[in-house]
């Protein structure tokens, strides 16, 4: 598939790492060092939710001093990102700079698995159970969220998560980010 030429001059000059990328290209984890002022403005909108988003044990807020680590991924047709984690951070986000079309046409697929943690472990011990809470009968299944442009997904770190086959025929462009203290 042709890269747009303006779109990702970093792609052009820089080989592709391979941390969790299934297909396409992926930059090493040192966006925050070349990412401009573009960049720079991502992130603090990221800390900044962090910060509303953190709290000390007691539930009062708390002053942290966030450290940043990001990577950029461009995705082609049929592309993802395997299950993964982020080990020794606290929050881990996504923003999506282009969605590729999935935000006009959902079929591109494309989404943000996160996987709850329990897995089956609740149908393990009473399958014909669940908690009479929201969403009680997903309880250790996996949630999925379709990328729309300019939107910007947090999670905790520690939650697996992947990115499912993209479909479309455009570049699906994205900046993974992780927070830690």
């Known amino acids: 598939m042709p890269r747009s030429p303006t779109r990702f001059a970093r792609a052009r000059g820089h080989p592709s790492t391979r941390y969790s990328n299934l297909g396409e290209w992926q930059s090493s984890w040192d966006f925050v060092d070349w990412g401009g002022t573009a960049g720079a403005e991502l992130l603090g909108r990221a800390m900044a939710i962090a910060k509303r988003l953190t709290a000390g044990h007691d539930g009062g807020a708390v002053s942290v001093t966030w450290r940043a680590n990001a990577l950029a991924n461009i995705n082609g047709k049929g592309h993802g990102n395997e299950f993964h984690t982020h080990p020794g951070c606290f929050l881990s986000g996504v923003y999506y700079v282009d969605d590729g079309g999935i935000g006009a046409n959902p079929a591109f697929g494309g989404e943000l698995e996160i996987q709850d943690p329990r897995g089956v472990a609740p149908?393990?011990?009473a399958p014909k159970l669940c908690f009479a809470v929201s969403r009680g009968p997903a309880m250790g299944a996996s949630e999925t969220m379709s990328p729309r442009t300019g939107v910007?997904?947090?999670?905790?770190?520690?939650?697996?998560?992947?990115?499912?086959?993209?479909?479309?025929e455009a570049?699906?462009?994205?900046?993974?980010?992780n927070l830690s203290v």
Do not use: C, D, K
């Open 123 to 125: 149908a393990m011990y």
């Open 152 to 168: 910007m997904v947090m999670f905790p770190a520690w939650l697996s998560h992947a990115v499912r086959p993209y479909h479309g």
């Open 171 to 177: 570049e699906r462009i994205s900046v993974a980010f």
